[in-house]
């Protein structure tokens, strides 16, 4: 079918601006401690000192050239990558089993999409003013006080962006240095190529894109549904409170009160506003004998809405579970004296019910206690292996080009390499011995010992040499690395001894 | 059918009809598609300028990025971009990570690099990708040879010596074993006979009264087999003979035939048939002396150094 030039579709749907309106409650308050605290790690963190022998003092490096992580009194290295799988593993658990219990907690509260573009709006909002007053800006035309309030709004905005980027360095390389060196024009390449490419995609990702980010782009939006249950706690509108039989009703101040109908016909109810507790719940019974709901359709929540929804449509994935409607109607209800909690954390399950109860975190369900238990065995595994390790790695591979080699008096002998990994912070002699085969069984060519610098590897080759006799009884033997002067943190390993008649 | 020719009128067409009544629609492409292909128009100028694009005569258009890089024969060469070139400059530089030790391998006496653990694992890895180049094929990837075919490396028994030194010889201009075919000078029974004696040197299961003949013939004129593999049987390193009294077999591949009587035939097979083709060519000229030097660390580490 053909579709005219007048009415041809769009490539894309544009976007609809949205102005959010501020609002005071619970959960800015906590979105609020959020923000400052997370803006306080992330910001501060990489100008905490920290003095250390042979890396820079600063109490967080993730120092790429030496391959080495330095996290505060830890220094974690390559070897170690089972401990970020781990770390991802719990993360990605956690994630799963704190949605399975109050659904999408980390969208709105902790997600940086979400902690970003809630700084971003603090600074439009602090430059244009509250919602009408940005609505008037973004209608008028392009006159020097919206060049000044806009243009300001984006260089703040790309400020911060940039400053973002160049944190998100300083996590590279020691922080002083690179503000300097970034100043001068002396720092990295990689140092601008990432700063640059960060404050661009922060700037167009929490100025720019917003919603559209978790809407369009985000995947965890998308699939974070199949993690909800009936009994899984979300923001919810109680549409049977609030839209009552016939609907919701506007309150119009002065001129007494005039109740419009928006879901029956016919019934146009009178109430005077009342602003005390009694005197709100009398018009609240009086609302709803005439069979009109608690909703008074002030629309507040639909404007404090960062994604720009109408939660009494339902649930709906747009929503990012930030609460900020639940604080607007709750300043709402309170104003008329009406119950709060007419937008609350509910689950589907207990909205159904004949008689709903208190909402309350509900977690007797297997797949919550599948996913806690899992999350506790993991975390016991992580913090049991970052406390144990040892001070060293080793490998031993026996070298199985040959496998076994006769000697010319009919000894066997078999060759090993062992590769060890300093992970202490200073210089480290190792020493290796034996057991389960003669004392002299074990040589160690020109380096009895071994002198490894703290991060890096050094390799030895040993070679055992067994009598005929003495080989055909050994299948195995232990191999004890030392390192001097500290006993305790001898580790060994078990290895094959292989003889020509021997067939694994 | 009314609704889409209704619809379709609406649509511009070129202005232009062809054959009285045949018109083409006029649909433009949305603006950023547009855009979007004069940006890839700019683009690919840009890279033409930049890297080879078209063909021009014999060759092509070179473009102004170019790469220069010192070529096989030591020659520098610039040349516009290309991959070769690209590798060329690649391995450029490793050989440049490398030439400091390179250098010090030269400067330093052998014993001495086997004691410096840094120089210890260059020796390592450099050792082991030239071995793998060129020894392994024969030698094995372990050094550790065929029988009958190629020597062992990293038992402790050497045709020509273990040594540094020896190793090094051996490298530079190479080896070439040679035995004369017994069985045209001597009858089978003798042949058996050294075989037999030659077996019991390493206690090999053997009948005692034709060693014992064996052992009369060895030392006599008629075989003169002690002339290079001496009269102890313990083999000549200057010329490469084997020792006959130790547990490691070259030629004759004794470890694999199973009993006395196998083991005796193989013996008798060698010395029958005799020897030519223990050839070890000379890497002289191919490798560089510092290579033969890392080499030579590298097989004596195998595992037989001496
Ligand atoms: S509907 Fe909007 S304001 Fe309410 S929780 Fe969801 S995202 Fe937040
Ligand atoms: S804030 Fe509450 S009262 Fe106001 S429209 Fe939303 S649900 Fe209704």
Known sequence: ????????????????????????????????????????????????????????????????????????????????????????????????????????????????????????????????????????????????????????????????????????????????????????????????????????????????????????????????????????????????????????????????????????????????????????????????????????????????????????????????????????????????????????????????????????????????????????????????????????????????????????????????????????????????????????????????????????????????????????????????ITPRGKPAEARSEKVRFDTPGKRP | MSEQKLQSQTVQTTGHAWDGDLQEYNNPLPAWWVYTFYATVVFALVYWTIYPSWPFGKGWIGGVSQITYVNSEGETKTHSWNTRALLMEDLNQAAAAQKPYFDKVSAMPYEQIAKDPEMNGFILSAGKALFADNCAPCHQAGGQGVVSFFPNLTDDDWLYGGSYDTIHETLMGGRRGYMPAFGEVLDGEQVDQLANYVASLSGIEHDAGKAAAGNVLFHSDTAACYYCHTSEATGRKDMGAPNLTDNIWLWADVPAATGGEGKVAAIRGVIANGLNKGVMPAWSGRLSPEQIKVLTVYVHELGGGQ
Not at chain 1, 43 to 68: E, I
Not at chain 1, 85 to 104: E, K, N, P, Q, S
Not at chain 1, 282 to 294: H, I, M, P, S, V
Not at chain 1, 458 to 467: F, H, I, K, M
């Open chain 1, 1 to 480: 079918m053909q579709t005219g030039l007048e009415d041809q579709l769009g490539l894309y749907q544009k976007r609809i601006p949205i102005f959010t309106r501020s609002v005071k409650g619970r959960f800015r308050r906590f979105k609020t401690s959020v923000l400052v605290l997370a803006y306080a790690i992330y910001f501060l963190l990489p100008w905490l000192p920290w003095s250390r022998l042979d890396a820079p003092a600063q109490a967080v490096l993730f120092d790429l050239p030496g391959r080495r992580f330095l996290i505060f009194g830890l220094t974690v290295y390559p070897q170690d990558v089972i401990w970020l799988a781990l770390l991802l593993f719990i993360a990605a658990i956690f994630l799963f089993f704190v949605t399975g219990l109050v659904g999408r907690a980390f969208c709105g509260y902790f997600c940086f999409q979400t902690l970003w573009t809630d700084f971003f709006i603090w600074i439009e909002h602090k430059i244009q003013g509250e919602r009408p007053a940005r609505v008037r800006l973004y209608r008028q035309p392009w006159d020097r006080e919206k060049l000044v309030k806009v243009g300001g709004t984006h260089a703040l905005w790309i400020l911060v962006s940039f400053w973002t980027g160049l944190t998100f360095v300083a996590y590279f390389t020691y922080a002083p240095q690179l503000v300097v060196d970034f100043v001068t024009g002396q720092a990295a390449a990689a140092a601008y190529i990432t700063t640059g490419i960060l404050t661009l995609s922060t700037y167009a990702a929490a100025g720019l894109m917003r919603e559209q980010i978790c809407t369009y782009v985000c995947p965890y939006g998308r699939f974070q549904s199949v993690m909800y249950e009936p009994e899984t706690l979300a923001v919810h509108y109680d549409a049977r409170r609030g839209e009552g039989t016939l609907g919701r009703a506007v309150v119009r101040a002065g001129r007494g009160i005039v109740v419009e109908r928006r879901r029956a016909e016919g019934a146009v109810a009178e109430e005077r506003r009342r602003s005390s507790l009694s005197a709100g719940q009398r018009a609240l019974a009086e609302r709803n004998e005439k069979g009109f709901g608690d909703c008074v359709d002030c629309g507040l929540c639909v404007q404090v809405c960062p994604v720009g929804i109408d939660i009494r449509d339902g649930l709906q994935y747009k929503c990012i579970s930030c609460g900020l409607c639940i604080d607007a109607c709750n300043t709402i209800m309170d104003s008329f004296g009406f119950p709060r909690g007419l937008i609350r954390y509910d689950s589907e399950k207990n909205l159904a019910a004949a008689t709903p109860a208190p909402p309350r975190v509900q977690w007797k369900r297997l797949k919550t206690i599948g996913y806690g238990v899992a999350l506790a065995l993991m975390i016991g595994y992580l913090g049991y292996s970052v406390a144990t390790r040892g001070s060293f790695d080793r490998a031993v591979n026996q070298i199985r080009q040959p496998l076994y080699v006769v000697l010319s008096n009919g000894d066997i002998r078999n060759r090993y390499q062992i590769r060890i990994t300093n992970k202490a912070a200073e210089d480290q002699t190792y020493v290796f011995s034996a057991r389960g085969i003669p004392a002299d069984a074990l040589d160690l060519g020109n380096f009895n010992e071994i002198t490894i610098k703290p991060g890096h590897s050094g390799l030895v080759q040993a070679s055992v040499r067994l009598s005929p006799a003495v080989a055909a009884n050994t299948q195995h033997f232990e191999l004890v």
